[in-house]
């Protein structure tokens, strides 16, 4: 067995663990994370670990990475910045299935599953180097670095890459790129569903729908019936109600039309985002006016039905409905985002 199979066996046979929610390095890492971040839930847990555990197969690893393995060890500091409960997991991945090192910094809102679930790997293949510290400036030795978090976190960590040594080309810095969701008022109730877990299922999160744009005059009631039964299977942050009590009092005395729901709120103007919990509902005359929109917009990814995105005809990454929270281990090969190709 070479080195990348043993690496991948190892990462499959923890993933496989973790799909039991009772497996005790799991619940533990859910019940500190609970306990340190309001805006999670159980449920949002649960289906973040799930999505996780059960795309990392050794199938699907192995069709994800070939047969690449580094021909030298390289040392690659990942700055997982995102407010979702696996923030960094595919980046940390990439790096561990291709045999280099990772010196990890967590977030803030969820620093406790990707140590548990590596420190597990470890009892596999003691081999793995992947760790964590709290750094703020790239570790000695970095040889590559990945960001992704806000773009003052990013603007800040690309100045100590330049203090660090580490230049444009051995480094992948992502910020806020806009997730923004196309409509054309003929969405099916698993569209409407899969448009409310993109919206609603993690309060933060930068792939979090936060401007959807619709057909003028088309009724929001379908979307906002299926942000209700959304939130039935998967209940809002407590705190997120109170923190949209001001944005709705804003809304109310200006007289702009919203409405809003155990954990949401949804307000009809200009395509500007929202904070957590507040979706935009912004109307379109024709899929120009978007397309146009799309170009001059910090847009990171799109999510549209496959009808709508072939009118659409935007070039970025597009996602169908309810999968923006779901990302593939496939598609771009990891090591072209990692620069080590």
């Known amino acids: 067995m070479s080195d990348l199979d043993e690496r991948i066996a190892a990462l499959a046979a923890t993933a496989r663990a973790w799909r039991d929610p009772e497996h005790s390095a799991r619940a533990e890492a859910a019940r500190r994370t609970l306990a340190h971040h309001d805006l999670y839930t159980a449920e949002a847990l649960a289906f973040a670990v799930n999505q996780a555990m059960h795309a990392a197969t ?97 603007d800040r960590l690309e100045a100590r890459c330049d203090a660090a040594g580490v230049g444009a080309a051995r480094r992948r810095l992502r910020g806020e790129g806009l997730t923004v969701a196309v409509a054309d008022g003929k969405e099916l109730a698993d569209e409407r569903i899969g448009l409310a877990e993109d919206a609603l299922l993690y309060a933060e999160a930068r792939r979090r729908v936060r401007v959807l744009w619709a057909p003028e005059g088309t009724s929001p009631d379908p979307l906002l019936d299926a942000f209700s039964g959304f939130r039935e299977l998967f209940p809002a942050p407590p705190p997120l109600d109170g923190r949209l009590q001001m944005p709705r009092a804003f809304l109310e005395a200006a007289g702009t039309s919203h409405a809003w729901g155990p954990g949401f709120l949804v307000s009809r103007g200009a395509p500007e985002p929202q904070p957590a919990g507040h979706l935009r509902w912004s109307e379109y005359r024709g899929l120009d006016e978007v397309r146009t929109w799309l170009g001059e917009a910090r847009v990171g990814l799109v999510v549209a039905a496959p009808r709508v995105a072939k009118r659409l005809g935007w070039d970025g990454p597009t996602v169908v409905p309810g999968d923006a929270h779901r990302p593939r281990l496939e598609g771009t090969d990891p090591f072209d985002l990692l620069g080590l190709g």
């Open 58 to 154: 050794e199938a699907s690893l192995h069709r994800w990475v070939g047969r690449y393995e580094a021909t030298e060890s390289t040392r690659v500091a990942v700055w997982a910045g995102d407010p979702e409960p696996l923030a960094g997991w595919r980046d940390v991945l990439a790096v561990a299935l291709s045999g280099h090192r990772a010196v990890v910094r967590q977030p803030e809102t969820s620093p406790f599953f990707l140590p548990a679930f590596f420190e597990e790997v470890r009892q596999h293949d003691p081999s793995l180097d992947v760790r964590f510290e709290d750094w703020e400036t790239p570790p000695e030795g970095s040889d590559i670095v990945l960001g992704s978090g806000t773009d003052e976190a990013m």
